[in-house]
């Protein structure tokens, strides 16, 4: 069974799509107080230690108003880190 991390599983995409996966996969769904995508040393840790085989990421403001009043912010949960 292929072990898959789903970023943002509680939101609307990602928890259908958890949802659907769910019986033919291994899924890792974490909540933010278990994976903070806004940290890059966290992203590190945490894929480090589960060792996904995939990585759909779905996590995102969708408030478009708190998105274009904080924009540094919603950056950062764009999971791209060097």
């Known amino acids: ?10 939101g609307f995409v990602g928890g259908r799509l958890s949802r659907a996966m769910g ?3 291994d899924l890792l769904t974490p909540t933010h107080g278990e994976f903070d995508i806004t940290s890059p040393d ?6 480090s230690h589960h060792r996904p085989q995939a990585i759909i990421h779905l996590a995102a403001i969708s408030n ?5 009043e904080h924009p540094e912010e919603s950056k950062r949960t764009y999971f791209v880190h060097n």
């Open 1 to 10: 069974m292929k072990k898959i991390l789903i970023t943002g599983a509680s």
């Open 23 to 25: 019986e033919t996969h």
């Open 42 to 47: 966290a992203v590190q840790r945490y894929i």
């Open 64 to 68: 478009t108003g708190y998105y274009e």
